[in-house]
């Protein structure tokens, strides 16, 4: 552990970028964590002033009923953040567990995965998503769901390549020497060794879901209208922008972008960290 | 060369079944009960048996998927219930709009990225190797219908010079006559030098939004491609044997970092075609994005699944002929498979 924090430091130090995106990281957790407690305005409560520009009053303007525009975009992280790592945490569980178990045992396993792997890369993933969420009804629940289904074949893959390679490694064969059943060599085994890929394919994905999940919002799906939260933010500013009320999308826009480009500086960083090839 | 196309034709068929199945789960996945939903809240018992009956939806499920194939196969998609409207009727009026912008903006992006690909290539580090990363990086992260709205802020609101983002031509042009559905085309074809015009002004906003969201893979995939064909042997040996520099960089070099370029577009397209969606709403366009999310807005669901369907069909369709073309490229494949 100690060497990991050690090893952090080092390559940390040496890509400043990666440092800086870890720093915008934790802003952003902290954001999610205590964002609704600490902003100036209640983020659902109208005001008196509606579509001002941003003052010293009101730091990114308010809305079209007076709503303080910063408080709703810091309030808003934790909304968007949650829906983001639960449509990614069942992605990635459900598709490492499919895809080791395709790479480790093959046949069957491996065809009717890989089928269904397929059958979801046949269709446009946002649009997929669409139809899940319009089929089982508009909640953030089936966001989270439609969201996590579309990123599934990412893991799935991944998964099957790497257990397909170190299913014929000595290790593997050593455990099935020492009496170790098929199922303990997968959990025990191969499930510990492909981790650490698995989770930089967690922070490259996780931007994608988080620009997708906003999306469906902003087409009006999922998230109701005067919850705060990045996407619907942004297609409430759309009606104002041919006016030149900019402000009512843009601050929203940005932090959604902000965070997505947090998330793929991050996956980068990590994937050098994790590469062995950087390690001295 | 004919049966390397009739073979990947035939691949394409276990996708499509798949499509099928998944499209009919997803219009048996209604919230509730279909019947009743459709017989409308005040509908009687007897009523909402009826329709039931109506909709085949007394029959086994078996049963059922074979009515849902076999209406497919008559190209029927079912009604609208808020237009009352053939939902197949209707993608087909609105498909020529969301194609021509779709197509504009992939030729946008493959005309400004490979070349930026091929130039940071060329030359690592320099500006345009920098300015080619930031692109790239920029690209994948930009929200795309934030994009549009930025675009619309500056052009129409700051500068003036576009026009209003308000669907395919402005209000006091009148569209062509209707022979292909692509504006472009149709307005040539009448001589109408105006209209033609009209409609390449706007369509320029949401074909240039769409084109940045597309740039960033394709940039990315030519740029690394392109450095590693310019360090392979057969261009060194092209270019000791004396061959120009442009005979080397387009006639060798590019020609081969083109292939993994044309693999990566199977990605660009679904990226593409779910943008799409949000471009249309953000410019108002009137094509098959924005009819699925008026639909979603009322919870009129025949039109979305059968745009989820089109939608799939048309992105199977892009696949095979990414497929063909790859093996007309690199003549290989074909021989190999």
């Known amino acids: ?280 | 060369m004919l049966s390397m196309i009739l073979r990947r034709l035939a691949s394409a068929i276990p996708s499509l079944i798949g499509v099928v199945i998944v499209t009919f789960v997803l219009t048996r996945a209604l919230p509730g009960d279909p019947a009743a939903y459709y017989a409308g809240p005040a509908a009687t018992k007897e009523a909402i048996e009826q329709i039931r009956v109506k909709l085949g939806l007394d029959k086994g499920l078996g049963e059922q998927f074979v009515d849902y194939v076999g209406a497919l196969a008559r190209g029927e998609l079912g009604n609208s219930i808020s237009t009352g409207q053939p939902v197949a009727h209707e993608l087909l009026t609105r498909l020529p709009a969301s194609i021509e912008l779709t197509l504009l903006g992939l030729i946008f992006a493959i005309g400004v990225a490979v070349p930026l690909g091929v130039f940071a290539a060329l030359r690592p580090n320099s500006w345009v190797d920098h300015v080619c990363r930031v692109i790239a990086t920029a690209g994948v992260s930009l929200p795309i219908f934030f994009t549009g709205l930025l675009m619309i802020y500056v052009f129409y609101f700051l500068l003036g010079i576009a026009p209003p983002p308000l669907g395919r031509i402005e209000v006091f042009y009148s569209p062509p006559t209707h022979v292909t559905g692509f504006f472009l085309v149709d307005s040539l074809l009448d001589g109408d030098l105006g209209v033609f015009l009209a409609a390449v002004k706007q369509l320029v906003l949401p074909a240039l939004t769409l084109g940045i969201f597309a740039l960033a893979p394709i940039a990315r995939m030519t740029r690394a491609s392109m450095l590693s064909a310019l360090s392979s042997d057969f261009v060194r040996t092209a270019r000791a044997s004396g061959l120009g520099s442009f005979k080397v960089v387009v006639g060798y070099a590019l020609r081969n970092a083109l292939l993994p370029v044309v693999t990566v577009l199977g990605m660009v397209f679904s990226f593409l075609l779910g943008a799409n969606v949000l471009v249309e709403k953000v410019f108002a366009w009137p094509g098959i994005g924005s009819y699925a999310i008026e639909a979603l807005i009322q919870s009129d669901y025949a039109p979305v699944q059968g745009f989820v369907l089109v939608m799939a069909f048309m992105y199977v369709g892009l696949n095979l002929a990414i497929d063909v073309l790859y093996g007309v490229i690199d003549p290989r494949i074909s021989m190999a498979t």
């Open chain 1, 1 to 280: 552990m100690k060497s990991a924090l050690a090893h952090a430091r080092y390559v940390l130090g040496d890509n400043v970028v990666t440092a800086f995106a870890f720093g915008m990281f934790a802003l952003f957790l902290v954001m999610a964590a205590v964002g609704p407690w600490i902003v100036p305005y209640d983020p659902l409560a109208n005001g008196p002033n509606p579509l001002e520009p941003p003052s010293s009053r009101h730091w990114f303007g308010t809305d079209q009923t007076g709503r303080d525009i910063f408080s709703r975009v810091v309030a808003a992280t934790q909304l968007d953040f949650a829906i983001a790592f639960a449509s990614v945490a069942l992605a990635f569980g459900a598709g490492t567990l499919a895809g080791i178990a395709a790479g480790f045992f093959g046949g069957w396993w491996e065809r009717i995965i890989g089928r269904m792997v397929d059958t979801i890369m046949a269709f446009p993933l946002f649009v997929l998503a669409m139809g899940i969420v319009a089929a089982m009804g508009n909640t953030i629940f089936n966001i989270v769901l439609a969201t996590g289904i579309i990123n599934f074949p990412i893991y799935a893959r991944v998964a099957r390549a790497e257990a397909n390679v170190i299913r014929n490694a000595g290790y593997i064969e050593a455990a099935r020497i020492a009496g170790y059943g098929e199922t303990r060599i997968l959990f025990t085994q191969i499930l510990p060794n492909i981790m650490p890929i698995m989770v930089v394919q967690i922070s490259l994905t996780m931007g994608y879901a988080i620009l997708n999940a906003a999306g469906l919002s902003f087409i009006g799906l999922g998230v109701r209208p005067p919850t705060a939260e990045w996407g619907i933010m942004v297609s409430d500013g759309a009606n104002f922008i041919q006016n030149g009320q900019w402000w009512i999308a843009a601050f929203p826009g940005l932090v959604l972008m902000l965070a997505v480009f947090c998330f793929n500086l991050l996956g980068d960083g990590l994937r050098d960290m994790i590469d062995p090839r950087r390690r001295t």
